[in-house]
């Protein structure tokens, strides 16, 4: 008997057009492989359709808040329902950049230094006091960018003053706080993780941007990347880079799946920036590619993920 996959993907989060791209083909890749798929837009009819579609399973297809913050699956947990990929907590943990990198650090990782900038404190010091206490800890060039937001959406790489105020503004249009952080400057790359209880690192990929900064547009506009597998790093920061990748994976309580973005400086310093525990899932997307290196395609990389939710 076909196996029931109630797929969840759109949502109302700020990356919704990318969530429905992912969705429909993971449910293409689901179907490949023989498994009875319900796909449902998440909306306030979601757990009357759950309870009609009697999933064995739920493949959370949704980026960004409500989807990867840990508030579906707490839905989920409460209807008895198993899914794809972090639970509550892990999921919370690795959406909030600033709560993850104090984890990341006290597991020995190198993180960039950072500054957290809150609304009330724009509304009680108003911009000006923000600015200083951004300035006052950090130099330029520096990233601005929400604190709980994904697709490099609202960030800004600032490299003088003049540009500071407006980014922070931008900023705080997707998030009531702002992650303020060093710029670190070398190879960026990113890293892969399958697995529940024996996680393993898939190949690290190296990531180049057309604009020299792997944002939304470069993420998402076909020509604007490569994504070179194995990445051309130094076999010492190609080790300590899985390494590290594995290490953010446990620390948080990642389970199924996770990716994590990280840079290597000219030095072979390797800095992990953040973790994604539902990274994108298109036939082209990071992971994917990472696992077809490792000799795994697609709809088996789903089919994969599916197993190790219903362990």
Not at 40 to 60: G, K, Q, S
Not at 66 to 84: A, R, S
Request: aromatic content about 6%; proline content about 5%.
């Amino acid at each position: 008997m076909k196996k029931r996959v109630a797929l969840i993907y759109g949502g109302r989060s700020a990356e919704r057009e990318i969530s429905l791209f992912t969705g429909r083909q993971v449910s293409s890749a689901l179907v490949e492989k023989g498994f009875q798929v319900t796909p449902l837009d998440l909306d306030d009819n979601t757990v009357t359709a759950l309870a009609e579609a009697r999933p064995d399973v739920v493949f959370i297809a949704l980026h960004g808040k409500y989807g990867e913050d840990g508030c579906l699956q707490g839905l989920l947990d409460i209807l008895g329902l198993p899914y794809v990929g972090s639970g509550v907590l892990a999921s919370a943990l690795a959406m909030n950049k600033a709560i993850s990198k104090r984890l990341f650090r006290l597991e020995g990782l190198l993180c960039p230094k950072d500054v957290l900038v809150s609304s009330h404190a724009l509304r009680k010091e108003g911009l000006q006091g923000v600015i200083g206490q951004i300035t006052k800890g950090l130099d330029y060039p520096m990233v601005i960018k929400p604190n709980k937001q994904g697709s490099t959406i609202g960030l800004t790489v600032v490299r003088s003053s003049e540009d500071l105020e407006s980014a922070v503004l931008n900023a705080f249009k997707y998030d009531d706080e702002v992650l303020v952080e060093e710029y670190i400057s070398g190879t960026d790359i990113t890293v892969g993780v399958l697995g529940n209880e024996e996680p393993q690192a898939l190949p690290v990929i190296e990531i180049r941007s057309v604009t020299g900064l792997y944002d939304y547009e470069a993420k998402y506009t076909p020509g604007m990347s490569e994504h070179i597998i194995p990445a051309q790093i130094g076999a010492h920061a190609y080790e300590a880079a899985q390494e590290s990748a594995l290490k953010a994976h446990k620390a948080l309580g990642c389970r199924g799946i996770s990716r994590s973005d990280l840079i290597v400086t000219p030095g072979d310093e390797v800095y992990i920036l953040e973790l994604n525990t539902i990274p994108g899932m298109t036939r082209t997307s990071l992971i994917p590619d990472a696992a077809k290196a490792a000799g795994m395609e697609f709809p088996d990389l789903v089919a994969f993920l599916v197993e190790l939710a219903l362990e």
